[in-house]
Nanobody, 122 residues
Framework: EVQLVESGGGLVQAGGSLRLSCAAS????????IAWFRQAPGKKREGVSC????????FYADSVKGRFTSSSNNAKNTVYLQMNSLKPEDTAVYYC???????????????WGQGTQVTVSS
C-alpha cells in the first residue's frame, strides 16, 4: 500500500520557521520525485517545491525561493521542507505528492498525502 504521511505543521509567528516531513512507503522512493503543494482557503492548489530522487534536481516557486529548502533522506524514505522567514501568506494546508522519475510542473502526481496545516500569524 502506498502511503505519504506529512507531519510538522503548526502555528508560528511571522519570521519563524517550520520543517515539514513527508514519510513515504509502498513505492520505489529512490526513483520518484516528491513535490510539496499548498492550498489556502478559497485559493487554487499551488506547487511549492519539488525534489527528484532520481537526479537530485530541485525546483521552487518564485514565492518561496530563498526561504524554503527541500531535501531528501533516502535511507528514511522521507522528504523534508524547511521553511524559514515564514509570512502570513504562507498559511495553507501543505501536501506532499509523488510521481515516478522527474519533477512535473502541474498537479498530475500519482500519489498524495493527507495534508498538514501551516498557520503563520502576523
Amino acid at each position: 500500500e502506498v502511503q505519504l504521511v506529512e507531519s510538522g505543521g503548526g502555528l508560528v509567528q511571522a519570521g519563524g520557521s517550520l520543517r515539514l516531513s513527508c514519510a513515504a512507503s509502498g513505492f520505489a522512493f529512490d526513483d520518484y520525485a516528491i513535490a510539496w503543494f499548498r492550498q489556502a482557503p478559497g485559493k487554487k492548489r499551488e506547487g511549492v517545491s519539488c525534489i527528484s530522487n532520481r537526479d537530485g534536481s530541485t525546483f521552487y516557486a518564485d514565492s518561496v525561493k530563498g526561504r524554503f529548502t527541500s531535501s531528501s533522506n533516502n535511507a528514511k524514505n522521507t522528504v523534508y521542507l524547511q521553511m524559514n522567514s515564514l509570512k502570513p501568506e504562507d498559511t495553507a494546508v501543505y501536501y506532499c505528492a509523488a510521481v515516478g522519475g522527474l519533477c512535473l510542473f502541474g498537479p498530475n502526481y500519482d500519489y498524495w498525502g493527507q495534508g498538514t496545516q501551516v498557520t503563520v500569524s502576523s
